[in-house]
């Protein structure tokens, strides 16, 4: 069985830039999470879709937002990337409505210079 | 505000020497408690879920416990391959909430 997977694996945007990644969850499964790990920091709750809809949203500026598509695929938009946004976006996939484990990808490198 | 907060930061231990990683946690209401192991650049890999406390849960060289504030993971004669971050988060139980709030992790280093 196919795990999370995320696209691409490492991104390179210029400052003021906009950043678009990718996440396929795993099959069955409803609900996207969306987290920020920046180096040396831990990781920091970004999003959450479930059913197409955003349910949550963590203390993240506006310019951070997403979708998540009818396949339950998402993807996250990062608007006027500053240098402060690099850092590994990791994404992760679970059931919901059931205590399940939410299972990460191996996340996007996104580099602002 | 929820807090998850490990220890130590960073433990160094000989091969097979045994050792325990702490989380401990403050929540209005615990959903879940989870256990993640994560290599340099790499995304985090389920280890295990505990739910109440009191309960246990093994793989391999590993064991997690959870009581009503803390949370540890036993490594038993850890290997090499054991070195990794390991991280402790905590589902709370708040309206629809579902993510995760994570500790800052335990760096884990097993010397041959």
């Known amino acids: 069985e196919a795990g999370v997977t995320q696209s691409p694996t490492h991104l390179i945007k210029t400052r003021g830039q906009q950043a678009t990644l990718r996440c396929s969850p795993i099959?069955?499964?409803?609900?996207v999470y969306w987290y920020q790990q920046a180096l040396g920091l831990g990781l920091q709750f970004l999003l959450w879709?479930?059913?197409?809809?955003?349910?949550n949203r963590g203390n993240f500026p506006p310019r951070f937002s997403g979708r998540q598509f009818p396949n339950y695929s998402s993807e996250l938009n990062v608007n006027a990337l500053e240098l402060e946004d690099s850092a590994l976006y990791l994404c992760a996939s679970s059931q919901t409505d059931r205590n399940t484990e939410a299972f990460f990808g191996q996340g996007t490198r996104l580099t602002v210079v | 505000e929820d807090q998850v907060t490990q220890s130590p930061e960073a433990l160094r231990l000989q091969e097979g020497e045994s050792s325990s990683l702490n989380c401990s946690y403050t929540v209005s209401g615990l959903r879940g408690l989870f256990w993640y192991r994560q290599d340099p650049g790499k995304g985090p890999e389920f280890l295990f879920t505990?739910?109440?406390a009191g309960e246990e849960k093994e793989k391999e060289r590993l064991k997690a416990t959870l009581t009503k504030k803390e949370s540890f993971l036993h490594i038993t004669a850890p290997k090499p391959e054991d070195s990794a971050t390991y991280l402790c988060a905590v589902q709370v139980l708040s309206g629809s909430a579902r993510q995760l709030t994570f500790g800052s992790g335990t760096q884990l280093t097993v010397l041959p």
């Open positions: 505990l739910y109440s």
């Open positions: 099959s069955g499964h409803t609900s």
């Open positions: 879709y479930d059913e197409g809809e955003e349910r």
